[in-house]
T-cell receptor, first 111, second 109 residues
Framework: DAEITQSPRHKITETGRQVTLACHQT?????MFWYRQDLGHGLRLIHY???????NKGEVSDGYSVSRSNTEDLPLTLESAASSQTSVYFC??????????FGNGTRLTVT | EDQVTQSPEALRLQEGESSSLNCSYT??????LFWYRQDPGKGPEFLFT???AGEEKEKERLKATLTKKESFLHITAPKPEDSATYLC??????????FGKGTKLSVKP
């Protein structure tokens, strides 16, 4: 069955370090998205991509970057981790006009 | 600006006690109203999409309805396994989803 896999499931890092969260989908979807989920805020869009070499900023993109070198993967990089970036991160993919499919998330703690 | 507001934030029910969750929205042009279920430690799982006022969809004990301003998720005779956070979302102009903050449902046996 097609799926979205996120890794690692849990990550602890120190302030100022660069961190990359992986997202791999086997749905063959062109559209991929990164969200963060925090208490009191719900899910907020960080970055998204419509295909290879395409990336776009979402609502809360400061301090994050993505790259899309193939259809299956959209890694999320925190350039210099900050405590405010402690959160649960979800990757999603979908065809335009169809529901998004989500991974099971990465819980990131920045100390 | 497209917005989604869910209420209540939390709901506790006894097994078999039917109720409804509310999702109020404002949108310039509806591109779908989505309901998801999220279990602890998991990603959101798709339940329903509604596109026009008057539309209804059902799945087991759940029924979603849509008006021009609100959507309701009706839960009939809930069971403990229905306990989860239910998320409502609007289809965004970038192909993304704009989420509400969710309703945490607890069903006690």
């Amino acid at each position: 069955d097609a799926e979205i896999t996120q890794s690692p499931r849990h990550k602890i890092t120190e302030t100022g370090r660069q961190v990359t969260l992986a997202c791999h989908q086997t749905w063959n979807h062109n559209n991929m998205f990164w969200y963060r989920q925090d208490l009191g805020h719900g899910l907020r869009l960080i970055h998204y991509s419509y295909g290879v070499q395409d990336t776009n900023k979402g609502e809360v993109s400061d301090g994050y970057s993505v790259s899309r070198s193939n259809t299956e993967d959209l890694p999320l990089t925190l350039e210099s981790a900050a405590s405010s970036q402690t959160s649960v991160y979800f990757c999603a993919s979908g065809d335009t006009g169809s529901p998004l499919h989500f991974g099971n998330g990465t819980r990131l703690t920045v100390t | 600006e497209d917005q989604v507001t869910q209420s209540p934030e939390a709901l506790r029910l006894q097994e078999g006690e039917s109720s409804s969750l509310n999702c109020s929205y404002t949108v310039s042009g509806l591109r779908g109203l989505f309901w998801y279920r999220q279990d602890p430690g998991k990603g959101p799982e798709f339940l329903f999409t509604l596109y026009s006022a008057g539309e209804e969809k059902e799945k087991e004990r759940l029924k979603a309805t849509l008006t021009k301003k609100e959507s309701f998720l009706h839960i009939t005779a809930p069971k403990p396994e229905d306990s989860a956070t239910y998320l409502c979302a609007l289809g965004g102009s970038q192909g993304n989803l704009i989420f509400g903050k969710g309703t945490k449902l607890s069903v006690k046996p």
